[in-house]
């Protein structure tokens, strides 16, 4: 029976007192549908949908025909062709929400929770095993949810819950249905809270007598924190939300003794968690809620006589575990409020926090209730917490003394035998000491360095470049850059202090300096490490005579100088600053006179490769050999140059001034003026070009900063006075003329370089010229001799040739005159070459036969 026809049957006038007809229609097109409803007939089922859900205020008899009904709904429609999903999917959108429509205008509680739990079915089904050569195929269960998605199915729902009072069990039923359509979709989810959803399940917590409401209320609120937190978060933070959520959080700590009470109670704490850390300004502490929970993190660790916590135990199981790991982050989370901070002081927060900074003996005995691992973990758990709690109440950290339980904490951790065990509480203990040393407050970093913080600290710096593996670990150099920093924040300000740091710190730091820089590629985190210690240079170092001293005649200026050249660039500006400061100690201007780079290079050399390195990245404007291309824009880089005039208070430095801190080429013009500027003979051409503009970069800054204001003046309409603009208009000559001065040098230098370009080109032809003669001259050689060897007839017309220069070369007078007369000539001689002195003679294997 078509759905057509059997609509057409039950809507006919004639029929409409033929109630049981009706039913049986019903219970037939139920029957005959009974794997699902096809999607072209959609249409009909809404028609029949919208005769027969009203009718069952009057008739009765008709709720379980449409019970029946629901329950083919809550399969999957069948389509007949793939082209069914795009053809009729509005019909079933419409379905879909014309039966959620009715959850507000049937009074029947049956069919309420039938259509909740058929739209459940609807939503969440999995996919069914069916033939692959049967005609009729289910949607996916993608199509279900896009189905329920882009109707009015959520929103409707809302509203009915919104409405829903006294009846727990469709609260519950909803409930449920909620949470499914809240599980995967944000829409949904934004849906119900422009509802008010977040409200009414708070609501519903106030009546809670069981487990079964809160479980779901829980995972409802969480998928709404989850999708749409922020706004979520904002309808919770409600008085009313808060107080809610209060009551059932305490009712389930004070009562529940199993393993699911323990779980929904920390269900609880985890919403709370998520709203106070979007919204950390919530009504929890004022209606008195964070103080109940202050007193819950706190009872084991500080005495309290608090009702609430007079009978409460919490014992090693994994949920109590959880729970009081979660109290303490909760604590974190709320230090951005400042009532809540009070509440921390006067609950002595930092006291119940340090307790555990101590060390962990075997004895189980000591830190009951929890296990071995357990406390230990509540060690790390406690540290991460105190690095944000303890900065923000200084006086409970120096009333606890926190100082002296660190370092004890700290000696503990590194015990010779069980180094390498603790090296996380290690870290946990150095990135707590960092952050209060990081708060500059003199109490504090006096007080460690009284107790020997910077002797310890020291120690464990030596310790990691002599005892432990040369196979470095993560863990290992962040331990390493922690202790650095400590140190860079402890002498930051004191000589004294640098004095303590003294002979064995330099040592610790030269070791680093030499070995780290080689490390900087390596992936463990050396490149953070690298810019501590050079950090830690300019702080324990710098400043102290005594210290500099030590630190020079340890070659500590030529490593820095190595690092300077091997680094990357995002460590030069602070190497560069480093070494300026360091170089106001006359005695270091010689270490960079003497300091050769890995390719022999000088100080001014490199100097100017980092300025060309700096302007690449900058994207200065320069020509192909580097000179100035503009004279108006000489030190412009591409950002600057994009920026428009901003009209700035006084306060606020402009585009040009900023750009001086921004980059090193101010410090780079700073160290050419301690190393001086009769440097040019050390250059090459490319270099001197480069050379040229760093000597005059201080006028043309000046120049550029003066043009901005001149910028400013015309922006603001505003013309200053005769003198002021002639003034204005001489400093902008005097910057061109500049510009131009030094863009000429730079020409001049390029020309000379093609010039001794062209000389070098030719001396290289020169030579090849001279190659190729002198191979000419020995073929030709080499063929004489061949000849004279060869051929009897040019050997004796050449020996003839040798005689007569022989002859030719002689005295002219007679014999007779000059006395006794001595042949030169040797008899028998074979050779028509005049000899020298040295004989060339080429060996020849022998045989080993002879």
């Known amino acids: 029976m078509s759905m057509e026809r059997a609509l057409e049957l039950l809507s006919d006038h004639l029929t409409t007192n033929l109630h049981e007809r009706h039913v049986y229609l019903l219970k037939k097109i139920t029957d005959e549908n009974s794997q699902g409803f096809l999607l072209k007939e959609c249409r009909a089922l809404v028609k029949a949908i919208s005769t027969y859900f009203p009718r069952t205020i009057e008739h009765q008899e008709y709720v379980q025909s449409l019970v029946n009904l629901l329950q083919v709904v809550s399969l999957s429609f069948l389509k007949q062709k793939s082209s069914d999903i795009v053809k009729f999917e509005q019909d079933a959108v419409e379905a879909i929400s014309t039966i959620a429509a009715f959850l507000r205008e049937v009074e029947s509680d049956e069919l309420q929770v039938h259509i909740c739990r058929a739209l459940i079915a609807f939503y969440s089904a999995r996919p069914q095993h069916v033939d692959v050569e049967a005609i009729l195929q289910p949607t996916s269960n993608e199509f279900n949810m896009r189905v329920v998605d882009m109707g009015t199915v959520t929103r409707t729902v809302s509203k009915f819950f919104c409405v829903l009072e006294g009846n727990l069990d469709m609260a519950m039923e909803t409930m449920d249905l909620l949470q499914h359509l809240s599980a995967v979709s944000a829409s949904n989810c934004s849906q119900m809270i422009e509802a008010g959803v977040g409200e009414a399940v708070c609501r519903w917590l106030l009546t809670s007598t069981g487990y079964s409401l809160v479980f779901r209320a829980s995972e409802l609120l969480w998928n709404l924190l989850e999708h749409c937190r922020d706004s979520a978060a904002e309808q919770l933070t409600k008085e009313s939300c808060i107080l809610a959520l209060q009551g059932a959080l305490l009712k389930l700590t004070t009562g529940a003794h199993d393993e699911a009470g323990r779980q929904l109670r920390n269900d609880l704490l985890a919403i709370i968690t998520l709203v106070a850390g979007a919204r950390p300004d919530a009504s929890i502490v004022n209606v008195g809620l964070f103080r109940q929970l202050v007193v819950l993190a706190t009872f084991q660790e500080v005495r309290s006589h608090h009702a ?166 993560v863990q290992e150099v962040q331990i390493q850059n922690a202790a650095f920093f400590i140190l860079s924040s402890l002498t930051d300000t004191e000589n004294h202090r640098k004095e303590l740091f003294g002979e064995k710190g330099v040592k610790v730091l030269i070791y680093y300096l030499r070995t780290c820089p080689q490390k900087v590629a390596s992936g463990l985190g050396h490149n953070q490490l690298m810019l501590t210690i050079i950090g830690c240079v300019w702080s324990c170092v710098v400043g102290c005579p005594v210290v500099e001293d030590k630190f020079m005649e340890s070659e500590g200026v030529f490593l820095l100088l190595d690092c300077l050249e091997l680094c990357p660039t995002s460590m030069h500006n602070l190497t560069l600053g480093c070494l300026l400061d360091l170089c106001l100690n006359p005695a270091a201007v010689p270490h960079l006179d003497v300091w050769r780079g890995k390719e022999q290079n000088t100080l001014p050399i490199l100097l100017c490769q980092l300025w060309r390195r700096e302007e690449s990245e900058m994207q200065v404007s320069r020509s192909e050999d580097g000179a100035i291309a503009d004279v108006f824009k000489p030190l412009m880089g591409k950002d600057q140059e994009q920026q428009e005039v901003v009209l700035l208070p006084a306060s606020c430095p402009s585009a040009a001034v900023v750009d001086v801190s921004e980059n090193v080429r101010a410090k780079i013009y700073s160290l050419f003026t301690i190393v001086g500027w009769d440097r040019s003979k050390e250059l090459c051409p490319n270099d001197e070009i480069t050379f040229e503009l760093i000597r005059g970069y201080l006028d043309l800054k000046v120049g550029e900063v003066w043009n901005e204001i001149i910028a400013e003046l015309e922006e603001e309409g505003l013309r200053p006075i005769s003198p002021d603009q002639e003034a204005l208009t001489t400093v902008q000559r005097a910057t061109l003329a500049r510009a131009e001065t030094v863009a000429r040098k730079q020409q001049d230098v390029v020309e000379a370089k093609q010039q001794q370009e062209l000389l070098d080109e030719k001396a290289c032809y020169d030579e090849i010229r001279e190659s190729h003669h002198s191979k000419t001259r020995a073929k030709r050689e080499f063929q004489e001799y061949v000849n004279r060897t060869a051929n009897y007839e040019l050997l004796r017309r050449t020996r003839a040739a040798q005689l007569g220069s022989i002859e030719h070369s002689r005295a002219k007078l007679s014999p007779s005159l000059l006395g006794t007369f001595h042949s030169t000539e040797m008899p028998s001689l074979n050779t028509t070459t005049f000899c020298g002195r040295q004989v060339t003679v080429q060996e020849m294997a022998m045989s080993l036969d002879h």
């Open 308 to 473: 609430l916590v007079k009978h409460l135990k919490l014992t090693s199981n994994e949920e109590d575990f959880e729970f009081k790991k979660m109290l303490i982050n909760m604590l974190v989370l709320m230090c951005r409020n400042s009532l809540a901070m009070e509440e921390m002081s006067a609950s002595k927060v930092p006291l119940a926090l340090f307790s555990f900074v101590k060390p962990a003996d075997s004895d189980s005995s000591s830190h009951w209730p929890w296990n071995q691992a357990h406390y230990a973990e509540l060690q790390l758990h406690a540290m991460s917490a105190l690095c944000t709690v303890a900065p923000l109440c200084l006086d409970g950290y120096m009333t606890c003394h926190g100082g002296t339980r660190l370092l004890l904490y700290l000696e503990w951790c590194c015990a010779d035998d069980k180094i390498t065990e603790r090296q996380l509480q290690l870290l946990h203990c150095l990135d707590l000491l960092r952050c209060m040393a990081a708060t500059e407050q003199q109490e504090v970093l006096q007080d460690l360095c009284d107790q020997g913080a910077i002797s310890q600290l020291t120690d464990i710096l030596q310790n990691d470049y002599v005892n432990i593996s040369k196979k470095e670990t």
